[in-house]
């Protein structure tokens, strides 16, 4: 029994193809905005790739990209295939093509759903990629004479200032690295010597942070060095006091600023896939019912559309059936329950003939 039928008469039949042949062109920008959104997050997060490791973040945009890509080229011979299915002798040459490009394009909408729901789950590795990307970074910031490295404090510092962060979990990441390069450092000063020595790798460690982590909406001074001694400040209670520094980590602010990129692309996504997935059972109504006018050979008469020609259970255990045969050579599929008319025929031997000769009558 077919699945979700309806009875198309002509004008039900000429109206649907002129209106999936507008919403194939619909399609096409669908296409082309899924296109741009895979751009725009590409560049986003090539923009910051400084301060993130190398690993599978370009996954997401590479998807949507090439997803929206094929959806111009699909959908763009959706439109043209819909526009010659208002004429039932124009619709005889892609009869045999509709079936391939309603299967392909149900590949294809289910490509757009994987890419929205990778824009869901894209999160966790994106912050190991922060994480240990800013570690890296905040740690050659001092190396500004180092070819490769000179670029970082730059890149930190405006990240810091841009976002309204302060290190990688926290400003208290720079309590344990070394950011003052060795060449602002007096050596002569018993305090920078003897502060190298407490350390066990020689490390000039301060309880500071560098200037981009002031905030600059606070009423104080920045005090950007020695925020641990409050004897080092006026009316200062490092306990108390909520310090004039940004107090939320990059690699959070980071997150958070990806995350909400990535949760109205995978919206938009979703919603585009929806809308393809309509387009899609439409066409599949349009080739049917046109498929059983040419079978009924009244072309102006009235004809069945349905989304399965069997229930889904049978559809399933014909497929089923159809992949268990692929690949079996010299074996007759039983899909159809039709038996091969050679079997068990006689073989019969071509070179002997039982052929009557007639003997020549001697002359006389």
């Not at 391939?100 to 894209?122: D, E, N, R, S």
């Not at 003052?180 to 502060?195: P, W």
Request: hydrophobic fraction near 45%; charge should be positive.
């Amino acid at each position: 029994m077919a699945v979700l039928k309806v009875k198309f008469t002509k004008t039900k039949r000429d109206k649907l193809a002129q209106i999936l042949w507008i919403l194939n062109w619909v399609s096409v920008v669908s296409g082309i905005i899924l296109f741009s959104l895979g751009l725009f997050l590409k560049i986003e997060i090539k923009k910051r790739n400084e301060v993130m490791a190398k690993g599978d973040i370009n996954s997401v945009p590479n998807m949507l990209i090439s997803v929206g890509v094929i959806a111009c080229i699909i959908n763009f011979l959706g439109g043209k295939i819909c526009y010659d299915c208002s004429d039932a002798n124009k619709f005889s040459r892609w009869k045999l093509v509709m079936l391939p490009y309603i299967v392909c394009t149900f590949c294809f909408t289910f490509c757009i759903l994987v890419g929205a729901l990778m824009c869901y789950t894209m999160r966790n590795e994106l912050e190991e990629s922060l994480y240990l990307g800013l570690r890296d970074a905040i740690k050659f910031y001092k190396d500004t004479d180092i070819p490769g490295r000179c670029f970082l404090k730059k890149t930190v510092d405006l990240l810091q200032i841009g976002f309204r962060c302060c290190g990688n979990n926290g400003f208290r990441d720079w309590f344990e690295i070394q950011w003052v390069s060795a060449r602002y450092l007096n050596m002569a000063s018993k305090e920078i010597l003897d502060r190298l020595k407490s350390n066990i790798d020689g490390k000039f460690l301060v309880d500071g942070v560098p200037f981009s982590c002031c905030n600059p909406s606070s009423p104080r001074p920045c005090i950007q060095y020695q925020l641990t001694n409050n004897s080092a400040h006026y009316n200062y209670d490092f306990l108390t006091e909520e310090l004039n520094i940004w107090m939320k980590g990059c690699r959070e602010a980071l997150l958070d600023y990806y995350t909400a990129i990535m949760r109205y692309i995978g919206i938009a996504a979703l919603l585009i896939w929806l809308f393809e997935l309509s387009v899609l059972i439409g066409v599949r109504y349009l080739q049917t019912a046109m498929k059983n006018v040419l079978l009924l050979g009244d072309l102006e008469g009235e004809s069945d559309g349905w989304l399965l020609e069997n229930s889904f259970v049978e559809t399933a255990k014909y497929n089923i059936n159809i992949i268990k045969n692929l690949g079996k050579a010299n074996q007759i599929s039983t899909v159809s329950g039709m038996n091969d008319p050679n079997i068990n025929i006689q073989n019969t031997d071509c070179d002997k003939t039982n052929i009557t000769t007639k003997s020549i009558p001697a002359a006389r």
